[in-house]
C-alpha cells in the first residue's frame, strides 16, 4: 500500500466538493508543525500503471525498517520508506480523527520537501 505525509496548500473545489492538498512522503501522513510525522491514512485511488511503477522505484530507493510516524500506525504489512516525497492528494474532507476522507493521488510535487509540508489549520 502506498502513502504520503504531511498536508497543506489546500484549497476547496466547490463544484466538486474535493479539497485538495500537498502530502509528503510514503505511507500517508501530515506533519504538525513540530517536525513529527502523523499518519493520515491511505490512498489507494488516482494511480495509473506509469505512476505506480515510478513510486514503486522511487520506494524501494527510500525504504526503512521503522515507521517514520510519532503515532502507533497498526498496518501489518507496511513497508516502511523515508519521508522525502511530496505528493499532491485531493480529499473530500478531514474525519474527526484527523485522517483524509476519500483521498485520491493527483501526481508527485518535486518542487516542495518533505520536510515543509504541514497541515493546513481550519
Known sequence: MLGIAGVGDRRLDRAQGHAHGVL?????????????????????????????????????????????????????????????????????????DGKLRHPRFEGLRPDKKATDVVREQQ
Open 24 to 96: 509528503a512522503h510514503c505511507s500517508w501522513v501530515t506533519t504538525t508543525g513540530d517536525g513529527a510525522f502523523r499518519f493520515a491514512g491511505k490512498v489507494g485511488t488516482g494511480f495509473d500503471h506509469q505512476a505506480v511503477d515510478d513510486l514503486h522505484a522511487a520506494l524501494v530507493k527510500r525504504e526503512r525498517k521503522s515507521s517514520p510516524f510519532a503515532d502507533v500506525v497498526k498496518e501489518k504489512t507496511a513497508h516502511w520508506a523515508k519521508p522525502e516525497l511530496v505528493a499532491n492528494v485531493a480529499f473530500t474532507e478531514w474525519t474527526t
